[in-house]
């Protein structure tokens, strides 16, 4: 098998980057409420303010050492710090065949790769102390979710580890199936069964072939209706899917989705060029040089 054919895959499980599920009245996890702390962080983050964004996840880590969520948090500020500086998260990026197969060119900042991992493995720790006590915690089903869908993303995309990347992979379709059956409105979820499902499903058929008896399936449609489930009922990943739709429909040709989608990301986040860039390149635009990331 050529695995470097599967390195899109991770790209868009950095959806199971850093956010919580849904929301549950009952319970006080930030995996499934919204803590003002962590959404300005989140806002911060998606607006590529990043330095100030782990300035929030630290400070609540630090009045929370006992969540995963926080460690989750920080990793996934360091990852999607690394693919925006690499401009993985651009059309120019998905709409070219070699780079969407194959990552990125080069080699990842290692001081922030190392940041990433030490939070990651944090993250891992404080997760499954939660899982030996009760094997259905939905908090640590969701945090270990995101950590196999982050260590994905950065084995293929920016270490180009690509067994490993596979292996990641199949942890985190498996956490998130087990974290749906405990929280089935847990939206956020779907990012990492909806862009496996889409990257998978844009392979060639041969390549799908092996990759159905390795467990893992693919379609397209699918997908993309699966990060519109996070669209319409997530919490802190409902951006990022937006991000990733958009992205996935302009490779679809499905002009009127991306244009939409990128039209309220750049309103909601004016502060981010990335956004704004996006949308001119949607609608047929010339982009500035200075507005690339």
Not at 29 to 38: C, D, G, Y
Request: charge should be neutral; include cysteine; hydrophobic fraction near 40%.
């Amino acid at each position: 098998m050529r695995w470097r054919t599967h390195s899109a895959v991770c790209v868009l499980l950095f959806a199971a980057a850093a956010y919580p599920a849904s929301y549950n009245q009952d319970g006080d996890s930030p995996a499934f409420k919204t803590v003002p702390e962590l959404a300005s962080g989140f806002h911060l983050l998606y607006a590529q303010d990043f330095s100030q964004a782990r300035e929030k996840f630290d400070n609540w880590e630090s009045q929370h050492p006992g969540e995963p969520f926080g460690e989750v948090a920080v990793a996934a500020s360091y990852l999607f710090e690394e693919l925006f500086r690499q401009g993985v998260l651009s059309s120019d990026f998905f709409l070219n065949e070699k780079r969407f197969l194959h990552g990125i060119d080069g080699k990842p900042d290692p001081g922030r790769m190392k940041s990433f991992q030490d939070a990651l493995d944090q993250a891992r720790k404080l997760a499954k102390n939660r899982l030996a006590k009760n094997n259905r915690d939905p908090d640590a089903l969701f945090a270990l979710t995101l950590a196999a869908g982050m260590e994905s993303n950065a084995d293929m995309m920016l270490k180009k580890q690509h067994l490993e990347s596979l292996k990641r992979l199949k942890e985190a379709n498996e956490y998130a199936k087990s974290l749906l059956r405990e929280q089935p409105d847990a939206n956020d979820a779907y990012v990492a069964l909806g862009s496996a499902n889409y990257i998978i499903g844009s392979l060639s058929g041969g390549t799908r072939f092996m990759l159905w008896f390795g467990g893992i399936h693919g379609d397209k449609k699918l997908g993309m209706a699966q990060l519109g489930k996070t669209i319409d009922g997530g919490r802190y990943l409902q951006p990022f899917a937006k991000i990733l739709l958009a992205l996935a429909a302009r490779r679809e040709k499905q002009d009127a989705v991306a244009q939409k989608l990128l039209r309220e990301l750049s309103e909601d986040y004016p502060e981010s060029s990335l956004y704004t860039a996006e949308y001119a390149k949607a609608m047929g635009r010339i982009i500035p040089a200075q507005m690339h990331p």
